[in-house]
C-alpha cells in the first residue's frame, strides 16, 4: 500500500502562486507514475499533470506553462508548483501513485483563487 498525503493547499489572488506537496508513505522510487487530478464543484475530477518514475513530465493544456510537476526521491515528495492562477483553477487537487497494480489517492486539498 501507499499513503499519500497532499499539503499547500489555500487562498490566493488571481495571477498568485501556490506549491502543493504530496508526501508518500513508500520510496518514491519505487513507484511508477505520479499524478495531480483537480475537481472543481459539479465537475468530474481530471488530470492535471503527471510524472513518470523517470521523471517524464505530461501536462494537460489548461496548464501548461504555469504549473510545473517534479518528485523528489530523496525527500519522497512530489511537487506541484502552480504559477499565474486563476479563478478556474479553484478546486480540490489530489495526488494519485501508480504501485504495483493499483491506483492510490491521496484526502485532497483545497485551493481556491480570487479574482
Known amino acids: 500500500q501507499v499513503q499519500l498525503v497532499e499539503s499547500g493547499g489555500g487562498l490566493v489572488q488571481a495571477g498568485g502562486s501556490l506549491r502543493l506537496s504530496c508526501a508518500t508513505s513508500r520510496r518514491i522510487s519505487s513507484i511508477n507514475t505520479m499524478g495531480w487530478y483537480r475537481q472543481a464543484p459539479g465537475k468530474q475530477r481530471e488530470l492535471v499533470a503527471s510524472i513518470t518514475s523517470s521523471g517524464s513530465p505530461y501536462y494537460r493544456d489548461f496548464v501548461k506553462g504555469r504549473f510545473i510537476i517534479s518528485r523528489d526521491n530523496t525527500l519522497n515528495t512530489m511537487y506541484l508548483q502552480m504559477n499565474s492562477l486563476k479563478p478556474e483553477d479553484t478546486a480540490v487537487y489530489y495526488c494519485?501513485?501508480?504501485?504495483?497494480?493499483?491506483?492510490?489517492w491521496g484526502q485532497g486539498t483545497q485551493v481556491t483563487v480570487s479574482s
Open positions: 494519485k501513485a501508480e504501485y504495483s497494480g493499483f491506483n492510490y
